[in-house]
């Protein structure tokens, strides 16, 4: 399997946005990859307000543009996250995934919502204009079954340990990290994530834009099960590609059984709303859009 990340610049301009993306992927398809990822909230600036003013329901022009980028493209999409609409007017921070004929196979709505104050550093608080997520994501591809998370959804390994007992083998992680958490905890929650699932991470971001009031790290990352980096940028736009070997997987789980070794006859990781989320195929989009 050949992952394609692509780390794009956002702009105030959603069209302009939804344009790179698709140059991106493109590109991104020249290089053979089977699939291809966007970073969180790449439709628009990262800021709490923007949140509601860009959101849309699924099915909606955002979506339609997605679908068929992965249908003309002939790839799997991890399309990012945008900011999702429902019927009641909720507003989430919502990854889809389309497979190679644009159909949406996945759908994961963040869980854990970004509320920090660092003291002399970053504050911010998602949780004033987004709602939670209440599941946990996997999605099964020709390559196998992967898992989908969300930038802060990183910082708890439960989650991770969660999808990997439900047969991930790889997690893809649309996340913007900023000037301040980045340079620490970036390369090190990835490596360490995929050693604790023995699954590979991958980790996409925006690019950062020095004039945004929220300022991406970008550093989009490949980790491999035992915790290696196969690949980093920087923070600048461009994209990053990466072979998997998925004997890797079988190998760190033979040779170091951190999965099937665990004693849960004295405790357990137990998902609490029941099942994990199973999206059903939604049909592509095939007119051509306008306006």
Not at 54 to 79: C, D, F, H, N, P
Not at 162 to 184: I, K, Q, R, S, Y
Request: charged fraction near 25%; aromatic fraction near 10%; hydrophobic fraction near 40%.
């Amino acid at each position: 399997m050949i992952v394609a990340q692509c780390q794009t610049l956002v702009s105030a301009d959603l069209e302009q946005n939804l344009a790179g993306a698709r140059t991106c992927l493109n590109e991104a398809a020249e290089s053979h990859a089977d699939v291809v990822m966007f970073g969180e909230m790449f439709t628009c600036p990262y800021e709490t307000g923007n949140f509601p003013r860009y959101a849309e329901e699924e099915g909606g022009r955002t979506w339609k543009a997605l679908s068929l980028m992965a249908k003309e493209a002939g790839v799997y999409l991890i399309a990012g996250s945008v900011p999702e609409r429902d019927p009641a007017g909720r507003v989430y921070n919502t990854a889809y995934v389309f497979d190679r004929s644009g159909l949406q196979i996945a759908k994961h709505r963040k869980v854990h919502l970004f509320d920090i104050d660092i003291k002399g550093g970053q504050k911010f608080k998602e949780s004033d204009t987004l709602t939670p997520g209440d599941s946990y994501t996997v999605f099964d591809t020709e390559f196998g079954r992967a898992g989908l998370a969300i930038c802060f959804d990183l910082r708890f390994p439960e989650l991770f340990r969660m999808m990997a007992l439900a047969g991930a083998e790889c997690v893809f992680v649309p996340a913007a990290f900023n000037d301040t958490t980045g340079p620490l905890h970036w390369e090190l929650l990835f490596r360490a994530r995929a050693v604790d699932s023995q699954c590979f991470l991958f980790g996409t971001s925006d690019a950062r834009d020095g004039n945004a009031a929220y300022r991406a790290y970008g550093h989009s990352i490949a980790v491999d099960p035992w915790g290696k980096v196969l690949g980093m940028l920087d923070e600048k736009p461009g994209i990053l590609v990466t072979g998997v070997e998925t004997k890797k997987i079988r190998e760190a789980r033979e040779q170091i059984p951190v999965l099937s070794a665990r004693r849960t006859d004295l405790y357990d990781v137990v998902w609490k709303k029941g099942s994990c989320r199973e999206s059903g195929k939604t049909p592509v989009i095939t007119e051509p859009l306008h306006g």
